[in-house]
């Protein structure tokens, strides 16, 4: 069974710490994103990789950062959280072959107070 | 850029009755695909049915087609034989890019009524 699992389900962080998000795939994919879901926005595209140590930026990077140094892992960075971070975030990962569908995480509800 | 817009914000179906949710799509790439997933509210994104945008046919899995109209640029999805279990918001999104990476529209919320 394929998977994609982040490293938490709920996160409360205080405003101003630094967050990481953590996300593994056991499917050997190229491909991993991280993808934030805001009632009524959808999901939106913060920074992608297609590659171990390649990273390109989403559609709203502004705030988040990324690392990639296993093709298995790719995490989130929120250097400085702010309150306008509090949202769900969503890992997904692929293959190279664009017919082939991405595979969710779980999601983790990230609040910052 | 690509841009996904789903115009349904809800949808409302009687079970055992069919139910278009529609979905238009922007993009100025000529290879792309378009891919609808149910999103139940556990939370988990499931992945539903794919269209290339070279493919002639529509697509079809199970209880959902998904109507593809290339000239204007729509992909709605078909649910027949609505179920209880298919009360979810669904999206539908567009992958190109070099990593064929995903845009998602805002979604549809789906309620199957009893």
């Known amino acids: 069974d394929v998977k994609v699992t982040q490293s938490s389900r709920y996160l409360v962080k205080r405003t101003g710490e630094k967050v990481f998000l953590e996300c593994v795939q056991d499917?050997?994919?190229?491909?991993m994103f991280w993808y934030r879901q805001d009632p009524g926005l959808g999901l939106r595209l913060i920074y992608f990789s297609y590659d171990v140590k390649m990273k390109e930026k989403g559609d709203i990077p502004e705030g988040y950062s990324v690392s990639r140094e296993k093709k298995e892992r790719f995490s989130l960075i929120l250097e400085s959280a702010s309150t306008n971070q509090t949202s769900m975030y969503l890992c997904a990962s692929s293959p190279p072959l664009g017919s082939t569908e991405a595979f969710f995480g779980q999601g983790t509800r990230l609040t910052v107070v | 850029a690509q841009k996904i817009t789903q115009t349904q914000p809800g949808m409302f179906v009687q079970e055992k009755e069919a139910v278009t949710l529609d979905c238009t799509y922007d993009t100025s790439d000529q290879s792309y695909g378009l891919f609808w997933y149910k999103q139940p509210s556990s939370g988990e994104m499931i992945f539903l049915i794919y269209q290339g945008s070279y493919d002639e046919q529509n697509a079809t899995e199970g209880r959902y087609s998904l109507n593809f109209q290339k000239a204007r640029k729509s992909a709605n999805l078909v649910i027949s034989a609505s179920q209880l279990g298919d009360s979810a918001m669904y999206f539908c999104a567009i992958s190109s890019g070099s990593a064929r990476q995903l845009t998602f529209g805002s979604g549809t919320q789906l309620t199957v009524l009893p």
């Open positions: 499917m050997d994919h190229e491909n």
